[in-house]
């Protein structure tokens, strides 16, 4: 972890805590789907995209371990059913949103050995044998 500690947040603050989990899984539902089709061409990636992914990624599944944690702590007090229903809705968007989370860590993951600054690095020899053993594709 990076050293934040979680600051308990009052049950008022859940529709909030909703939000933010719900619009992260939208959007990192939406850039698994274009990192599925990059994949296939992981040269179109820089070094630079990827390390700024993985680092933005890890973050987020930090703050959404951070957001459980925070329903375990509501669980403990006495909800009604409403509350009790919007905080187990936090916990499944947010185990969700861990879930795609972690496609996206792996996908980034792979790409980076792929990227085109990994292809520029090669001297010819490593470069053609990596063509004609398959591990780089042409475009």
Known sequence: MTGKQ???????????????????????KEQLGYMEMAKEKPH?????????????????????????????????????????????EVEDCTNKLIEVTNKLLAIFSYCQDHTINKILGKDDMEFALDFLSGKIKLP
């Open 6 to 28: 979680l600051i308990s947040q009052p049950l008022s603050m859940i529709s909030t805590i909703l939000e933010i989990a719900s619009s992260s899984l939208a959007a990192s």
């Open 44 to 88: 179109m990636l820089d070094d630079a995209i990827i390390s700024r992914s993985l680092k933005l990624y890890k973050e987020q599944n930090e703050n959404s371990t951070h957001y459980l944690r925070q329903c375990k702590i509501w669980k403990q007090e006495q909800l009604n059913k409403l509350q009790l229903m919007q905080v187990e």
